[in-house]
Nanobody, 132 residues
Framework: QVQLVESGGGLVQPGGSLRLSCGGSGFTLDKYSIGWFRQAPGKEREGISCFSASDGRIWFADSVKGRFTVSSDNDKNTVLFHLDSLKPEDTAIYYC?????????????????????????WGQGTQVTVSS
């Protein structure tokens, strides 16, 4: 049974940084794509990144490209989401989720865009608040 846990959220000033972590049990990184989504109050859940440990593909939405990066700690079966140059509009609950291994390829090479329904297992989310 796959269980995901996010951590690392918090309150940060505009221009600041946070590092989110997505780990858990019941899965190994090379068997899945790991998607990152966020949901702000009153808005739909937005797909912002996809990471594939099996082929190294990484995709970012235009809203975060150049400011957010992704890395992995394979020994700990954990994906790290580095949020830099944060803006107030980045305030949201951030979620990680597992999906089929081919998903990141569809975004990087196929022109597809993330949909929440493509992902099977979800973490509980972690709140990121950007405010002065």
């Amino acid at each position: 049974q796959v269980q995901l846990v996010e951590s690392g959220g918090g309150l940060v000033q505009p221009g600041g940084s946070l590092r989110l972590s997505c780990g858990g049990s019941g899965f190994t990184l090379d068997k899945y794509s790991i998607g990152w989504f966020r949901q702000a109050p009153g808005k739909e859940r937005e797909g912002i990144s996809c990471f594939s440990a099996s082929d190294g593909r990484i995709w970012f939405a235009d809203s975060v490209k150049g400011r957010f990066t992704v890395s992995s700690d394979n020994d700990k079966n954990t994906v790290l989401f580095h949020l830099d140059s944060l803006k107030p509009e980045d305030t949201a609950i951030y979620y990680c989720a597992t999906g089929p291994r081919s998903l990141c390829y569809l975004y990087t090479d196929g022109g597809y865009y993330p949909r929440a329904l493509d992902y099977e297992h979800w973490g509980q989310g972690t709140q990121v608040t950007v405010s002065s």
